[in-house]
C-alpha cells in the first residue's frame, strides 16, 4: 500500500514540475537544458515499448519533444499503458542511485519514507512525511561545500532525472488505476496476514533509493517554483 501511495504522490509532484517547466521555460529548452534526463526518460519508454511485445515501439513518442501536455495515451491493455507511463520513472531512479555512487555519494540521501496506511490520515500523514524529508534533503544540501563538484553534477542530474521524465495526464491516469488496483491487492493480503514480501521491500534499497529520489524531486519543486514563478509573474505583467 505505502509504495502505491508514494509513487502516486511522487508521479503527481513531478507532473506539476514538469508543466511549470512546460508553461513557463518551454519544453524545447528543457530538451536542451536536461538532455541527459529526456534520454533517460526515452530508454525507460522503449523497454516498457519492447516489454509489450515490440508492437507498439514504432508508434510511441519516445521522447516526448512536446512536453507533458503532448503524451497521448499508448495503445493497448492497461498493464502496457502503466509500463510505459512508469518506465521513465524506474529508468531516472536506476540512473539518480548509478549517479550517485559513480559520484563517490557526494550528499546525504536522506531518511527512508515511512509506511503509509489505507486510512482517513493518509493524505495527512504523508504530507507530514514529505515536508519531513525535504527538511532532510534541504540539511543535507545545506552543509555541502561550493567547490564539491561532484555535489553540483549530481544535482543537475537529479534535476533532469526528475524534470525530463515528467508524466502526462494520461500517464497519471494508467498509474493511479493501477496503484489503485496494487493498493487495493495490498491492503487484502496485510489484512489477511500476508505482509512479508511487503516488508522486504520496505526495508531494502530499493525503498532507500526511492526515499532519496522523492527527497529530491521535492527539492526540485521549491527549487523551480522560486526559479520560474518569479519569471512567469513578470511575463503577465508586461502583457
Known amino acids: 500500500m505505502s509504495l502505491a501511495l508514494w509513487l502516486l ?24 537544458v536536461f538532455y541527459p534526463g529526456m534520454l533517460v526518460a526515452a530508454g525507460g519508454r522503449l523497454l516498457a515499448a519492447l516489454a509489450g511485445h515490440g508492437q507498439k515501439g514504432g508508434k510511441a513518442d519516445l521522447m516526448r519533444a512536446d512536453g507533458p501536455s503532448s ?24 540512473v539518480f542511485v548509478l549517479a550517485w555512487q559513480a559520484l563517490d555519494e557526494p550528499v546525504d540521501l536522506g531518511k527512508r519514507l515511512p509506511r503509509l496506511g489505507f486510512e482517513s ?10 515536508t519531513s524529508q525535504l527538511g532532510s534533503v534541504l540539511d543535507a544540501w545545506g552543509s555541502v561545500e561550493l567547490r564539491e563538484w561532484q555535489a553540483w553534477v549530481f544535482l543537475y542530474l537529479g534535476f533532469a532525472c526528475v524534470i525530463a521524465p515528467a508524466p502526462s495526464r494520461n500517464d497519471l491516469v494508467a498509474i493511479a488505476g493501477l496503484c489503485l488496483v496494487l493498493g487495493g491487492a495490498t491492503f ?11 516488508k522486504g521491500v ?24 522560486l526559479m520560474l514563478l518569479p519569471v512567469k509573474l513578470l511575463r503577465r505583467g508586461k502583457e
Do not use: H, N
Not at 497521448?72 to 524506474?90: D, H, I, K, N, T
Not at 490520515?121 to 514529505?130: F, K, L, N, R, Y
Open 9 to 32: 504522490f511522487y508521479m503527481l509532484v513531478t507532473f506539476v514540475i514538469g508543466k511549470l517547466w512546460e508553461v513557463v521555460a518551454g519544453w524545447k529548452t528543457v530538451g536542451l
Open 71 to 94: 503524451g497521448e495515451a499508448p495503445q493497448g491493455p492497461l498493464l502496457y499503458r502503466f509500463l510505459y507511463s512508469v518506465g521513465p520513472f524506474v529508468a531516472a531512479l536506476a
Open 121 to 130: 490520515s493518509a493524505v495527512g500523514d504523508t504530507a507530514e512525511a514529505a
Open 188 to 198: 487484502a493480503l496485510t489484512q489477511a496476514g500476508v505482509d512479508v514480501v511487503a
Open 202 to 225: 520496505y526495508r531494502g534499497q530499493f525503498w532507500e533509493a526511492f526515499s532519496a529520489l522523492v527527497g529530491m524531486s521535492l527539492l526540485v519543486l521549491v527549487l523551480s517554483c
